[in-house]
């Protein structure tokens, strides 16, 4: 067995039911900051663990490779593979489920209920039980049985319509999975911390569908209160100018200049006049955008990008490279933040992850524990759990 984790939510035993990325996701965030996280397979494993290439080292004797895309969203995790359909590991399940503080599910609606634990049973095992649940759509509603996946959320929530130059584009990773995950996580630690007043657990739900319209911020609002639908916008703010990536001589770089003040640092550091009437204020810039686009280019294609960034930071203006993930992974201030953590797995030697983005006051770490331990094996932690079990 692991060793026992330390960090915030140390007494918490997290049943993680999910697959994919949302539910997996929300369960990694609380590994990190300590939780025991058990993450019930079937057979066959995360439907992610077969979502390569790329693949994380050789396959096994019996073809067995984890991809990529797995390792990213199950550290600080141990497997156990149950088949919910077998009395005997249903028994299992609902041993589980008696000491556990939490579990998470992502099953299509119904189904967790057709395999013998309905809200009802589970708190009937476990009276402090906090169940989380993630669906596409949400529980209930007109289209509640809809499947739900990341790209579908992304174009029905709206997202994609604000995303893009010429047409509508999805986000460059799962960020429906991703916030929705983020969502189950925070709303789950609520309902722990509530628990210790009404000493009953319960449910938190949230979807794909309420990750997206949760995020639209100011661009929902520009059509619940102004009436505008908001179109694509690219590379550039549609309300602040300017505000976006722009050419330069070299790389492109992106420059936010987000009050009137620095817009009078920024004009002057590279040498427009503040106060020419298409640009003095912001309304005025947002109007004119394209002229203001195409005089700040003419001025940067006479240096190269890292001529333009070390006079902008110098002057105090937010402005910042593009970098590949490449560069992202190797840069210091990355590494320094914790954000790139080494583990140990039993069959891939040494792993590099992406790290908790949180860090805690007595922890250089990412995340509350002191050590992560890596994406588990397809039930390697089988016998041991049930060994923990007849304890």
Avoid: C
Wanted: glycine share 10%.
């Amino acid at each position: 067995m692991p060793a026992p984790p330390v960090g915030p939510l140390s007494d918490v035993l997290v049943l993680d039911l999910t697959r994919a990325l949302a539910g997996p996701h929300a369960a990694m965030m609380l590994g990190d900051l300590g939780a025991r996280v058990i993450k019930v397979e079937s057979a066959t494993g995360d439907d992610t663990r077969a979502w390569g290439p790329p693949w994380a080292g050789e396959a096994t004797e019996d073809g067995r490779r984890d991809s990529t895309y797995f390792l990213s969203a199950n550290r600080n995790k141990e497997s156990i593979v149950l088949d919910l359909k077998d009395t005997a590991d249903a028994d299992v399940l609902a041993r589980l489920v008696a000491r556990a503080d939490v579990l998470l599910e992502n099953f299509r609606s119904g189904v967790l209920d057709r395999l013998g634990f309905t809200e009802e049973r589970l708190h009937e095992l476990n009276p402090l039980l906090v169940i989380g649940r993630i669906t596409g759509f949400g529980h209930d509603g007109p289209e509640a049985s809809r499947a739900g996946y990341d790209q579908i959320a992304q174009g029905e929530g709206g997202l994609m319509s604000v995303t893009g130059t010429d047409q509508p584009t999805k986000v460059g990773v799962p960020i429906a999975d991703l916030l929705a995950g983020m969502n189950l996580a925070y709303g789950v630690t609520a309902a722990l911390h509530e628990r210790t007043r009404t000493g009953r657990g319960r449910v938190v739900r949230t979807s794909l569908l309420a990750a997206v319209v949760g995020v639209h911020a100011f661009q929902g609002t520009r059509w619940t209160v102004a009436g505008e639908v908001p179109g694509v916008s690219g590379a550039h703010h549609p309300a602040i100018a300017p505000y976006g990536m722009f050419a330069t001589g070299s790389a492109p770089i992106q420059v936010a200049v987000g009050s009137e003040g620095l817009w009078r640092t920024f004009a002057t550091a590279i040498g427009l006049d503040p106060d020419d009437p298409r640009f003095r204020l912001n309304g005025d810039r947002v109007a004119h955008r394209d002229e203001l686009i195409a005089a700040i280019e003419r001025v940067f294609a006479t240096e190269p990008a890292e001529h333009w960034l070390e006079a902008l930071i110098s002057a105090g203006v937010p402005a910042g490279m593009v970098r590949t993930m490449n560069e992202v992974y190797e840069w210091e201030q990355t590494q320094s933040q914790g954000l790139v953590l080494d583990v140990e797995h039993a069959a891939y030697g040494t792993l590099r992850l992406s790290g908790s983005p949180l860090r805690f006051d007595d922890n250089a770490h990412s995340g509350g524990r002191a050590e992560h331990a890596p994406p588990p094996l397809l039930d390697e932690h089988g016998a041991a759990i049930r060994a923990w079990l007849d304890e």
